[in-house]
């Protein structure tokens, strides 16, 4: 089965770039989508299809995939942007398939 | 606008089968290229696919729990609903149901783009 590993936690100064990144067996051939979930609520899908933002998502939210790695950057990071970050994909075998998640400190 | 409600019971004793439905407006489950996920969150941990309905009908399970789900859609009623066999503490989570678009790049793919508030279903006798 496909797994993908996330860090645990990222930790960011406020105004800052945070990067979360998620890893799996040749990620780069694969379409990887992110999602931000705050306490308490669903989740908001923030990037699809490795790099593409949905309507009303910040521009300093961006995506990019390649090799082993596919990463999510946050620039000028807010406070409001704390929150835990799931990484997606859907494999052939595995089906659906979330990452283990990374909780983001504004600090 | 598109939303979407999960409902069902909040708390099923061990070995009950669990009847989740998603009612949902906005869009309608026999578009081309849509579907209904099930995605759950046991309390403090990760994200968890469970299944998917495709607009034609088509349907995937987790592997690991393909044996215990089943996952149907009324398209006049406008709901999908999951069903989940035997059930035991450990499926104690908040179980979303998700709008879900599918595109074809290297093979099948989806992504939940809008999601249910959840319902948070305890199992426990």
């Known amino acids: 089965s496909y797994e993908l590993t996330q860090p645990l936690s990222v930790s960011v100064a406020l105004g800052q770039t945070a990067r979360i990144t998620c890893e799996g067996n040749?990620?780069?051939?694969?379409?990887v989508h992110w999602y931000q979930q705050k306490p308490g609520q669903a989740p908001v899908l923030v990037i699809y299809?490795?790099?593409t933002r949905p309507s009303g998502i910040p521009d300093r939210f961006s995506g990019s995939n390649s090799g082993n790695t596919a990463t999510l950057t946050i620039s000028r990071a807010q406070a409001g942007d704390e929150a835990d970050y799931y990484c997606?994909?859907?494999?052939?075998?595995?089906?659906?398939?979330f990452g283990g998640g990374t909780k983001l400190t504004v600090l | 606008q598109i939303t979407l409600k999960e409902s069902g019971p909040t708390l099923v004793k061990p070995t009950q089968t669990l009847t989740l439905t998603c009612t949902f407006s906005?869009?309608?489950?026999?578009?081309?290229?849509?579907?209904v996920g099930w995605i759950r969150q046991p309390p403090g941990k990760a994200l968890e696919w469970l299944a998917l309905?495709?607009?034609?009908?088509?349907?995937r399970y987790s592997p690991s729990l393909r044996s215990r789900l089943t996952i149907t859609k009324d398209t006049s009623k406008n709901q999908v609903v999951l069903t989940m066999t035997n059930m035991d503490p450990v499926d104690t989570a908040t179980y979303y149901c998700?709008?879900?678009?599918?595109?074809?790049?290297?093979?099948?793919?989806?992504?939940?783009?809008?999601w249910g508030r959840g319902t948070l279903v305890t199992v426990s006798s």
């Open positions: 998700a709008h879900s678009l599918y595109f074809y790049v290297s093979g099948h793919n989806w992504y939940f783009d809008l």
């Open positions: 906005g869009f309608s489950v026999s578009t081309s290229g849509v579907g």
């Open positions: 309905i495709y607009w034609d009908g088509d349907k």
């Open positions: 040749n990620i780069g051939s694969k379409n």
């Open positions: 299809r490795d790099i």
């Open positions: 997606q994909l859907w494999d052939s075998s595995t089906v659906g398939v």
